[in-house]
């Protein structure tokens, strides 16, 4: 039995509001981009460039996010199926599918009204190789202009100088003409400047609310909460006065969470006490976003750290802010710090790190069928974790937005093992403190 | 003159060797030498060779490989060539490697680079990038550096400089090697009867393992002894294999498709033979000269990024032209991202100037060849039908 509210006694915070806004304002324009006189440039979470975008007056789309959009509207098992139809493989990343899908059907908005083709598909190329052929694919039917900008894997662990030299050099001599031509307006590094100012401002705020999680209890689910907490950050929104306040707001209010001694705010209200704290690798299943989520919030589990929100940029780990003061570097240490960009050794002490800081019990991996990216090495890295902090790790298999991929019964039969596991782990180490 | 059967034989040997006896032996040969792994899909063996070390070419644990720990280090849902891999370094016959490069060809690749560092930190690995931007200015002095980069890693494994004039003079020998792999595929090209696919894909194999002045010499062998050899030529149609440049196919596919009735006369296995297009200048800074190379001929493949959306599957088209090819076979590994996504788009330029295909999907062990042959067949028929209409 839950026990949590019932949704009716939900409220919703302020910048749950603010945030809901700021997403149908996006996505209005977006809709009535050529009525408003505006180019309209695709672009992936990691490696996002909006800032720069903001430079040019260019709208910034995601097609991930429209992706998640359609799979936690429940849209996306039709999309994927006519994509495979089109010749897609069952076996490559439904992100993919479900965008070709959606394109083909007339890309209809949340909103109910089509978005127009880009204008520009910026192919930022960081940390998943599937982008590439995912914008090739796009160009290839909708014969979008498309940009690419090669962001070297951190395969040393390190970005080294060459490599952003070159990413530098593409945003100068690529990146920026392209903008420059599609909106006809001439770059100006001091806008460019004023926007990663606001960024590095939303970004101070935003990981106080990651490192909030360090609290007992945790006022935050830093995955299923989390996912909404990196909205504005990873989207069209980094660089505004809105992002700003959203992260001011949030902060706010969980700063009050702190002092009232309480745990998160889900689907169902309050979370009820919390027994379980877990590190979480891998994007969630956004199909059955809300199931998923009950099975942890209904046991009192809470996710205090987790690597799908360090996708779309890493601020916690190791400290990058982006910099007025560098503007094209820090777009470059950005792109390439971008969590998927890291070596898998890197991703182990990052995981690591936020078993040790965030007291965790243990480590959870949601290997995706779709993506490679992430999944290719995790069994392996669950090993390294169990290893390295002794605590217990588990796994489960699901799809982002691929419902076919999301069993609920093996789930929650697979948590709920894991929970045992973790008691009896806890009263083993009771008796022998005994 | 050597026979086609014995070189054939001599290659098939070292292709069913999973211990890599031939390159341990070679190793073993003389004090201090060195060898450097490298996986699908292209690395720049001038610079292992130049340091006087042999690089070998990993490319799974084909057919008979027996996975048993391998699986555990990957969900269902991924390719086999990288559990296999894991099989080959677990059960320790990779044990007398020195250093593995993983190309930049997928994510897959890539997190194996990963997972070799953590499995293996005292080795040299290296995730080895390459530009995915052709402009000598940008991607040209990335990829300069990067090159100088591993030069310096594999002369921490050689224990010596690697100079210029060493470099230099691995470029001439690579020309010549690939001056004669290319002799190999024209070859087959003009008279597949005289050159079955399976034999070639053996050849081309033992390239992975044999150092290159000694493949050079086998090539040439082949080319001597396959034009001696007088076989009758079918009717069979001529189809170009697309889409096996990382996992390998099983022997018996290959073998499969032409039973089926469909001389092989081009394919993108083994593509670090052929990758670049024309011979890299010998003379001049080499560096330079390969990464020129890269930038300016080198092959096209799902792995790299092509800028001009015109121009998309333009290479299948040019290869089929150029080979005579009347239809192309997309073969993909299961769960392979590169074949897969880029599948759709060269089948869309196929189908544009009317070049029939067809695509199944295989795994390095698929053991069923029934269903592939009665569908190259059936490709092959209905081909047939096309042209004598
Ligand atoms: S493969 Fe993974 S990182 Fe790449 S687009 Fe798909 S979900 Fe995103
Ligand atoms: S078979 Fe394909 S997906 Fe698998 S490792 Fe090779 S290129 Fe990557």
Redesign the pocket.
Known sequence: MSAAKSPAEVVKEPSMLKQKAMIADNYDKLTRAKELGLKVSSTYVPGNLNELLMCFGILNNLPEINAIQNGMRKLSGKLIADAEKMGLSEDVCTYVKADLGHMAKGAIAPNGKPMPVPDLLLLSYTGC?TFMKWFELLRDQYGCRTVMLHVPYEGDGKATKNMRDYVVKQLKDEVIPALEEISGVKFDIDRLRENLRRSAAAEENFVWVLESAKNRPSPIDAYFGGVFYIGPIFTAFRGTDEAVEYYRLLRQEIEQRIAAGKGPVTPDGEMAAEKYRFVVEGPPNWTSFRDFWRMFYEEGAVVVASTYTKVGGVYDYDGFRHDPERPLESLADYCLGCYTNRNLPMRVDMIQHYMEAYQADGFLVNSIKSC?SFSAGQLMMMREIEKRTGKPAAFIETDLVDPRYFSPANVKNRLESYFQMIDQKRRGGAHRAA | MQQVSEIIDYCQTLYEDLSFAAAREWKAAEQGRKVVGY???YVPRELIHAGGMLPLGILGGGEDLEVIHGDAYYQSY?????RSTVELAVSKRLDFVDGMLFPS?????RN?SGMWKLMYPELYVRYFDVPQNYKDEIGGNYYVHELQELRQGLEGICGRTISDDDIRRSIAVYNENRRLVNAVYDFRAREPWKAPSWHVYLLMRAGMILPVEAHSQLLQDYLAAAAADDQPMRDNCRVILQGM???QPPLNLIKSIEFAGCYIVDDDCMLVGRWLLRAVPAAGDPIANLARAFLKYSTET??KYEPDGSRKGRYLIEAVRQRGAEGVIFA??S?????LLDRPMLANALTRENIPHISFKYAENSGQMQPIREQAGTFADSIKLWSEA
């Open positions: 190789f490679n | 996986m699908p899909v991924i390719c086999r060539i990288p060809i997928c994510d897959v690749i194996l440049f990382c996992e799902a792995a993909a590994p769960f392979c991202d590169p074949a």
